[in-house]
Each structure stands twice: as C-alpha cells, then as structure tokens.
C-alpha cells in the first residue's frame, strides 16, 4: 500500500510510543509541521486501511515496581476457551490473555494469561485468587516465570533514515 510523505514521516514519529502529555496528537503535529486534526485523521484513514493494525500501550512493568510477571497456561477444552478467557481478562491483575493452537504431544496449552506481581509470591495468589473466581481449580495449568527481562516496545513499521556519509577534510601534506 502506498503512502505518501506525511503518512512515512507521521509513522516514524509515533512508531515508538507517544508522548506522555495531556494532547499527544497535538504535539506530534507540532513536530511535524501539521495540525492536530490532520495527524488525527491521517491515524484514522491509516487504521481503516489496515496500514497501522492497532494502537496499544507497551507497560514497561519493571520501572512500576512489578518484579515478577508469570505466564500461566491453562489446557482447557476448545469449547470452553472463549467464555473462560472472558472472565479471566475481566480480573485487574491480568493483563494478558489469550488464545493460542495446542501443539501436541508436549504443549497441550490452549489459553494463556500473563499476571503481573511486586514478587513471586503475589502472582501466585493473585493465580489462586483467580482459579477460585473462575472455577478453574482442577484445570491443568502451569505458570511459566520469567528469567529475563527483554526489550518492550512496539512495531516498528518504518525504519529509521540511514545516517548521511560524513565527509572528512584531508589532510594537506606537510600539515601538522
């Protein structure tokens, strides 16, 4: 899909987050030599056209305090799936969850859900808080902790310029 000038440029600006103030469209504009309701537009149309899939938030859990996040992956039956990751995303401390194909023999996991904690030891309260709420006592599971943090950011649809070559004075001979 073709995209204009403005549209490559409004994409390298927001592609690594927006800024954290009150109007975020305004100051991109400002960057950008734009008005606010064009920046607006122009995130609508490319949304619409499928160039920009969605806008989402990247939490950087760590810098809030939150030490310990446990993946936990639940081996429900297929037709069971959707309602229970309905009651399950409804609960504030999860902040993921999702569906994802079984790969048998060794990874029957259908559901996945990503609760975050200050520790180990709240996560998995927060995991026996929620297998209680949603029936899920005898539902095989597992909670996958995290060894490593990795980079959080989010797409990255244009990439950056190549830096220009930088042209070096020579030397004159018998210079110093």
Request: overall charge positive; glycine content about 6%.
């Amino acid at each position: 899909m073709e995209l204009s000038d403005n549209d490559r440029r409004l994409v390298a600006a927001i592609q690594h987050g927006l800024p954290l103030t009150a109007r975020p469209y305004a100051a991109v504009a400002e960057q950008l030599g734009m008005d606010e309701s064009e920046v607006i537009r122009r995130i609508e149309r490319m949304l619409a056209r499928g160039v920009i899939k969605r806008l989402g938030v990247v939490v950087r859990h760590h810098e809030l305090g939150y030490r310990a996040n446990g993946m936990v992956v639940w081996d429900l039956p297929n037709d069971s799936v959707d309602a229970v990751g309905r009651r399950i995303k409804a609960l504030p401390f999860v902040t993921l969850c999702y569906r994802r194909p079984r790969r048998p023999p060794d990874w029957p996991y259908n559901l996945f859900c990503m609760i975050h904690g200050h520790d180990r030891d709240e996560v998995l309260a927060n995991l026996a808080l929620l297998r209680e709420r949603c029936g899920l006592e005898a539902v095989p599971h597992e909670v996958l902790f995290s060894r490593r943090r990795y980079k959080q950011r989010g797409a990255q649809y244009v990439s950056p310029p190549a830096p220009s070559a930088k042209v070096l004075p020579l030397a004159r001979p018998g210079a110093g």
